[in-house]
């Protein structure tokens, strides 16, 4: 059916017919309104006629896909059904429309849940569910959803994200879920974010995966950028480990720079915070800090020196300064032998604060 010819009164009919079929007591024929109402208007631009869908969205349907999204045993769903709702949801949000509608809301919830327990899904269609996702995240109700229900990292999981060849957009839906207005962030669940945290830093202990680390980073930038950091509870030894690990990963790459200056970030956050604490008592984790914060430190003087950046000194460039100074009074009396790793963004920090120095 071309865009342009739509006949209306035949979607008045289809309209009518799934208003009186969905109130059918027999569940079959719900299923089928539903799945006839998605495959007339499927390929048909948004209309206000599609909000009849989610308006009168059959109850004993709707009950069902209740029950089916709170069972926690994977594999003990209806498999028919499971792909039912997730057409569902993905003919609800192919329209950017529907995100901010109030009708929508319990259909991103019953999505969160479905996903929190793994059924082999293989035959939808992710990609569209995936364009659909997005549509619905434009709106920050169903972002702060995403956020309390860790729906991100639950996505991955559940549609195994690195084999279905789709890590580079869910980074963009990461990020788009991350860009939450301050002024809409009030129901973020600081407890919740506390546990989400820690099940993430497990899954890449796990793992070792670079998009598993990108991730936990992605979603605790954001804690800092809403001002909730102090809100939260983090592991913080766990968090040390984490970047232990994630250092000797990413240091042999070209590109590690981006995520260790992220990694910095996080740490000037814990170091300034006064929620969660670390101690620097030994020399590995005075090593380990310096590098990572002289990485960072160099990167912005480097950007200074090219007229990109102003250089100013905060609370938590001094921090990172003060700790590169500990580690520059040390740096005699450091076994190098166990730290060949130390030497080169110590040298790589120190040649731009000379340059910068002679610059201004």
């Not at 008045?12 to 009186?20: E, R, V």
């Not at 229900?149 to 990020?175: D, H, K, S, T, W």
Request: net charge positive; glycine share 2%; with cysteine.
């Amino acid at each position: 059916m071309s865009y342009r010819n739509v006949d209306y009164e035949i979607n008045k009919q289809a309209i009518h017919l799934y208003i009186k079929r969905g109130s059918s007591q027999n569940l079959q024929t719900v299923e089928q309104a539903v799945r006839t109402f998605i495959s007339h208007f499927s390929s048909q631009p948004f209309s206000n006629h599609l909000f009849v869908f989610i308006i009168h969205f059959p109850k004993k349907l709707h009950d069902e896909f209740k029950m089916a999204s709170e069972v926690t045993q994977s594999g003990t769903r209806d498999h028919q059904q499971t792909i039912l709702f997730f057409e569902v949801f993905t003919f609800i949000f192919k329209y950017q429309q529907m995100a901010s509608h109030s009708r929508a809301v319990p259909f991103v919830e019953l999505f969160l849940n479905f996903i929190k327990t793994y059924d082999n899904a293989w035959s939808l269609d992710v990609h569209a569910l995936f364009n659909s996702i997005q549509n619905c995240v434009t709106h920050d109700t169903n972002k702060l959803l995403f956020i309390n229900e860790n729906g991100m990292y639950n996505f991955y999981c559940y549609f195994q994200v690195p084999g279905i060849n789709i890590c580079a957009v869910f980074r963009i839906l990461c990020q788009r879920i991350c860009e939450i207005f301050k002024d809409n962030c009030c129901g973020i669940s600081p407890i919740q974010i506390s546990q989400y945290t820690d099940l993430i830093m497990n899954k890449f202990s796990d793992t070792k995966r670079k998009d598993i680390s990108w991730m936990l980073l992605t979603f605790l930038k954001m804690i800092h950028r809403l001002g909730l950091f102090d809100q939260i509870d983090l592991n913080v030894p766990k968090f040390y480990t984490f970047t232990h690990s994630m250092f000797f990963i990413d240091i042999k790459k070209s590109n590690y720079r981006e995520s260790l200056q992220s990694v910095s970030k996080i740490w000037g956050c814990i170091f300034n915070g006064s929620r969660n604490s670390f101690q620097i008592d030994n020399i590995d984790k005075l090593a380990l800090m310096a590098a990572i914060f002289a990485i960072d430190l160099s990167a912005k003087l480097n950007r200074v020196i090219y007229g990109f950046y102003m250089f100013k000194l905060s609370k938590n460039k001094k921090l990172k300064l003060y700790i590169l100074y500990l580690t520059l009074v040390a740096f005699p009396t450091i076994d190098h032998a166990a730290y060949p790793w130390l030497r080169f963004p110590l040298n790589n920090c120190i040649f731009p604060f000379k340059n910068t120095s002679r610059k201004h």
